[in-house]
């Protein structure tokens, strides 16, 4: 049987946490190791972690970010084989099982199959479609990258290349990650036999923020100005163009609603930070 350990970063996850534990401690195959690292979660979650047995916690002093969070969790496991899931994310039984079959010869890291929970909520629905977190329906050896809410390494390469950025503290963080390691040779691998449910249940404005913040935290200009706002907005236009014409074809007319007022509140969000980084 594989040892493995697995680390889950964690910030004001009391609504979610207990239920991905759960799905952690049912696995056909043990972990070998849980830890929780809480980045300064200010809600009960830390109350709930610690009805757990056998669960070791890491508690930041300060919110630290999610990059920041990986390297304390893999940096802290005893094994060689380290698995992360976010904290609203559900494994199904046979994740780890299925996941970690594919972690041999240059395999270095594997990631398995996240599907929305809540479609009947129109917002989910939407980042289902626009935002999906999987590959689809088949394995896939190197694709573009492997989405960090569900995957299983092997801790030496992390080594190798020297963790994960901690200057992406809220996204963008796996797909530069995963760059890193085709660059250094190795490969990567998608399992869409190993699932697991996302627990994420978005209104408008929370949708529309983690919207804006993958786009604004991975984007390719670092240097915030104008220059960037406006190349920004430039394609969030576009964005906006293609799925409202997709949408009204299909006569989704809430869907161009939805996308209309995320386009809004990206303009807003992005001013805002323009304004506070001059």
Same mark, same amino acid.
């Given at each position: 049987?594989?040892?493995?350990?697995?680390?889950?970063?964690?910030?004001?996850?009391?609504?979610?946490?207990t239920?991905?534990?759960?799905?952690?401690?049912a696995?056909?195959?043990?972990?070998?190791?849980?830890?929780?690292?809480n980045? *300064?979660?200010?809600?009960?979650?830390?109350? @709930?972690?610690?009805?757990? #047995?056998?669960?070791?916690?890491?508690? /930041?002093?300060e919110?630290?970010?999610?990059?920041f *969070?990986?390297?304390?969790?893999?940096?802290?496991? #005893?094994?060689d084989v380290?698995?992360?899931?976010?904290?609203?994310?559900?494994?199904?039984?046979?994740?780890?099982?299925?996941?970690?079959?594919?972690?041999?010869?240059?395999?270095?890291?594997?990631?398995?199959n996240?599907?929305?929970?809540?479609?009947?909520?129109?917002?989910?629905?939407w980042?289902?479609?626009?935002?999906?977190? /999987?590959?689809?329906?088949?394995n896939?050896?190197?694709? +573009?990258?492997?989405?960090?809410?569900?995957?299983?390494?092997?801790? +030496?390469?992390?080594?190798?290349?020297?963790?994960?950025?901690?200057?992406?503290?809220? /996204?963008?963080?796996?797909?530069?990650?995963?760059?890193?390691?085709?660059r250094?040779?190795?490969?990567?691998?998608? *399992? @869409?036999?190993?699932? *697991?449910?996302?627990?994420?249940?978005?209104?408008?404005k929370?949708l529309?923020?983690?919207?804006?913040?993958?786009?604004?935290?991975?984007?390719?200009?670092?240097?915030?100005?104008? @220059?960037?706002f406006i190349?920004?907005?430039?394609?969030?236009?576009?964005?906006f163009?293609?799925?409202?014409?997709?949408?009204?074809?299909?006569?989704?007319?809430?869907?161009?609603?939805?996308?209309?007022?995320?386009?809004?509140?990206?303009i807003?969000?992005?001013l805002?930070?323009?304004?506070?980084?001059?």
């Amino acid at each position: 049987m594989i040892k493995a350990s697995i680390f889950i970063p964690v910030y004001n996850a009391e609504k979610t946490i207990t239920e991905v534990l759960d799905s952690i401690y049912a696995q056909s195959v043990p972990f070998d190791e849980i830890i929780v690292i809480n980045d *300064c979660s200010t809600d009960k979650t830390i109350n @709930y972690l610690e009805s757990f #047995k056998n669960l070791k916690i890491f508690s /930041n002093s300060e919110n630290k970010g999610l990059s920041f *969070c990986r390297n304390i969790g893999i940096k802290n496991s #005893k094994n060689d084989v380290v698995a992360s899931i976010d904290a609203d994310v559900v494994l199904d039984k046979f994740w780890l099982e299925k996941v970690s079959f594919h972690l041999k010869d240059n395999v270095t890291m594997c990631g398995g199959n996240l599907e929305e929970k809540y479609t009947n909520n129109i917002y989910n629905k939407w980042r289902s479609i626009y935002y999906k977190q /999987n590959w689809g329906n088949q394995n896939i050896v190197n694709p +573009a990258f492997l989405f960090g809410c569900n995957t299983i390494q092997k801790k +030496a390469a992390w080594e190798k290349i020297k963790g994960y950025d901690e200057s992406l503290k809220l /996204n963008g963080e796996d797909i530069d990650y995963s760059f890193r390691l085709r660059r250094e040779g190795h490969d990567l691998f998608y *399992c @869409y036999e190993a699932k *697991c449910l996302h627990l994420q249940n978005d209104d408008l404005k929370s949708l529309s923020t983690r919207v804006w913040r993958y786009h604004s935290f991975g984007y390719k200009i670092k240097k915030i100005g104008y @220059y960037r706002f406006i190349k920004l907005i430039t394609k969030q236009f576009k964005f906006f163009a293609v799925r409202s014409a997709k949408a009204l074809l299909n006569l989704n007319f809430k869907f161009i609603l939805i996308n209309f007022k995320i386009l809004l509140y990206f303009i807003k969000f992005e001013l805002k930070n323009v304004h506070i980084n001059k």
